[in-house]
């Protein structure tokens, strides 16, 4: 009986270790963005600051992200697409942005 135990142990030992790894390997990466897709998306970021929505379109088509996507998740200097747009005076932009994720082309304001 205690040969048994120690096999327990030993496999339940065994089993956590594997899973702790691989949780540590599998959230390594999720943080890490290939170099490739980094540049796409700084050029992304760019084109929006450079009130372009033709280097906009050919940016986002570049990195194979949607504007939802990339309205959702990208960060261009702490700002999301939109405000970072109106933040730069990039109208231009900031309209596609604005029809491409449905939102409506007006800065947000927080009610008392």
Same mark, same amino acid.
């Given at each position: *009986?205690?040969?048994? %135990? =120690?096999?327990? +142990? =030993?496999?339940?030992?065994?089993?956590?270790?594997?899973?702790?790894?691989?949780?540590?390997? !599998? !959230?390594?990466?999720?943080?890490?963005?290939?170099?490739?897709?980094?540049? &796409?998306?700084?050029?992304?970021?760019?084109?929006?600051?450079?009130? !372009?929505?033709?280097?906009?379109?050919?940016?986002? +088509?570049? =990195?194979?992200? !949607?504007? +939802?996507?990339?309205?959702?998740?990208?960060?261009?200097?702490? *700002?999301? *697409?939109?405000?970072?747009?109106?933040?730069?005076?990039?109208? %231009?932009?900031?309209?596609?942005?604005? &029809?491409?994720?449905?939102?409506?082309?007006? =800065?947000?304001?927080? &009610?008392?």
């Amino acid at each position: *009986m205690q040969k048994v %135990n =120690s096999v327990i +142990r =030993s496999a339940l030992l065994i089993g956590t270790t594997v899973a702790a790894t691989l949780g540590g390997i !599998s !959230s390594a990466q999720a943080s890490k963005l290939p170099g490739a897709l980094e540049d &796409k998306l700084v050029a992304v970021c760019q084109a929006i600051k450079d009130d !372009s929505r033709i280097e906009l379109h050919r940016a986002v +088509r570049d =990195s194979g992200v !949607s504007y +939802r996507r990339l309205a959702r998740g990208l960060v261009c200097d702490g *700002m999301d *697409m939109y405000t970072f747009a109106l933040q730069h005076g990039a109208n %231009n932009t900031g309209a596609v942005i604005a &029809k491409r994720t449905n939102l409506e082309e007006q =800065s947000l304001t927080a &009610k008392q």
